[in-house]
């Protein structure tokens, strides 16, 4: 296991905790991962996290490749939260960036470059979604992840 498959995994074990029910073993949890839609935010929740449901408001404007979530974030951020910030991020929505850096995400987005967003969950933790350039991977992360 890498840092990021550790990070996706705990939300798992995390959520599976609070709930009263036994975690899936990491294999079959990444099974379920690795099937799913890479442009599809909800993978790693579904069918381990039925009780999450997202409507996608707005058809995602590239595709976001992996999803990898930080330890960090994944103990201090709501996995509901998490999943909004990155359907959010996926539909061109930076969260809480000044308009200078809103344009040079809307640049990015059109050239091919890496886009960042930056949000706030209800508990007034900041934390980013970046997606690389090559759009392999999005990462969401705290400010001291980085």
């Not at 899936?24 to 990444?30: A, M, R, S």
């Not at 091919?112 to 900041?126: I, N, Q």
């Amino acid at each position: 296991m890498n840092n990021a498959q550790d990070a996706l995994y705990r939300v798992h074990q995390l959520h599976a905790e609070r709930r009263g029910e036994v975690p899936l073993p990491y294999e079959e949890f990444q099974r379920h991962a690795l099937t799913a839609s890479e442009s599809d935010p909800t993978r790693f929740l579904s069918p381990l996290e039925p009780q999450v449901k997202m409507q996608v408001k707005a058809k995602p404007r590239f595709a976001f490749g992996r999803l990898c979530v930080t330890e960090g974030v994944a103990k201090s951020v709501p996995a509901d939260e998490i999943l909004k910030a990155v359907q959010r991020h996926a539909a061109g929505d930076w969260g809480v960036l000044d308009q200078a850096d809103w344009q040079r995400n809307d640049k990015a987005l059109r050239d091919g470059e890496r886009l960042f967003s930056k949000y706030e969950s209800s508990t007034g933790k900041k934390f980013w979604v970046i997606t690389e350039a090559d759009r392999r991977v999005t990462t969401v992360l705290l400010p001291a992840d980085y």
